[in-house]
């Protein structure tokens, strides 16, 4: 599971967790709280194999979430050639629910980071696809490169692809 491989992780390190293409996780990554050792040595959340990208069907949840006041950092991070997925939120899907709530962030950042990289995903469905909003301080060197980020939408309140407060140096490059 995701979260198994999560927990293998180790904060510091150039550690990487690599899903198979072609594979689908009904989970999320819940509160990351580890970083990579360094710029040239990042944390890596990727993936692997030749075909489609591997989703993360994540429900209504927040597929991927940073930020809290017992984890204020999360440094040199890289997630690269995952597609993240509101299941519950898209009519196509076969566990669509009418009655479903919440879907509010895909990739939610909310901590004070350096050196984050999104590359090469795709991210649909929920009401914000992609939020850096710095609760805990303002993210430096934000890369968001090629990626496809699609069909955000709220029932009620604002819907965006990409939500970026309090980023200094955020560079998006090449998306869709």
């Known amino acids: 599971t995701?979260?198994?491989?999560?927990?293998?992780?180790?904060?510091?390190?150039?550690?990487?967790?690599?899903l198979r293409r072609g594979d689908t996780w009904h989970e999320t990554f819940?509160?990351?709280?580890?970083?990579?050792?360094?710029a040239t040595e990042p944390?890596?959340?990727g993936a692997y194999g030749s075909g489609a990208r591997p989703v993360v069907a994540s429900g209504t949840a927040?597929?991927?979430?940073?930020?809290r006041s017992s984890h204020p950092r999360v440094d040199h991070l890289a997630i690269m050639g995952i597609?993240?997925?509101?299941d519950a939120r898209d009519p196509s899907s076969p566990t669509f629910s009418t009655t479903a709530v919440g879907g509010g962030y895909g990739l939610r950042f909310a901590d004070a980071s350096n050196d984050l990289l999104i590359e090469d995903c795709a991210v649909q469905g929920?009401?914000?696809d992609i939020a850096f909003y710095s609760v805990f301080g303002p993210s430096t060197n934000v890369r968001v490169r090629r990626c496809v980020?699609?069909?955000?939408?709220?029932k009620t309140g604002n819907a965006a692809g990409l939500f970026a407060y309090l980023v200094n140096g955020l560079t998006l490059d090449g998306n869709v």
């Open 126 to 128: 929920y009401a914000t």
């Open 2 to 18: 995701i979260s198994k491989a999560g927990s293998l992780m180790r904060d510091g390190s150039a550690d990487e967790m690599l």
């Open 149 to 154: 980020v699609t069909d955000a939408y709220a």
């Open 83 to 86: 597609r993240f997925w509101a």
């Open 43 to 45: 944390m890596v959340i």
């Open 30 to 38: 819940g509160l990351w709280s580890k970083s990579g050792r360094s």
């Open 62 to 67: 927040v597929a991927f979430n940073t930020g």
